[in-house]
């Protein structure tokens, strides 16, 4: 089992990025998906919601009309477009897997915002 995330780095506030993540070795369409980010000193929280077959979201207040979550699972990748990045969203973005009592993660990708 894989989560492999990407398209992370440097922004300027007001800016974009598109995170992605990559699973492999279960089957991603059976699964909710989740982004996560945890801040330097603060505890990890959830960001993003997708519903397995992509029907359902829901969003952090923080990020609400901001950020996208969505899903391919003919090519078994979750997104994460976020803009109007403020230096607030500055941490490491970790994808997650979820299906009933399973559940996987992965390594991260970190996310700065700053000028």
């Known amino acids: 089992v894989q989560l492999v995330e990407s398209g992370g780095g440097l922004v300027q506030p007001g800016g974009s990025l598109r995170l992605s993540c990559a699973a492999s070795?279960?089957?991603?369409?059976?699964?909710?998906m989740n982004w996560y980010r945890q801040a330097p000193g603060k505890e990890r929280e959830l960001v993003a919601y997708i519903s397995s077959a992509g029907f359902t979201t829901n969003y952090a207040d923080s990020v609400k009309g901001r950020f996208t979550i969505s899903r391919d699972n003919a090519k078994n990748t979750v997104y994460l477009q976020m803009s109007s990045l403020k230096p607030e969203d500055t941490a490491v973005y970790y994808c997650n897997a979820v299906y009933f009592i399973d559940r996987y993660w992965g390594q991260g990708t970190q996310v700065t915002v700053s000028s």
């Open positions: 070795g279960f089957t991603f369409s059976r699964y909710d």
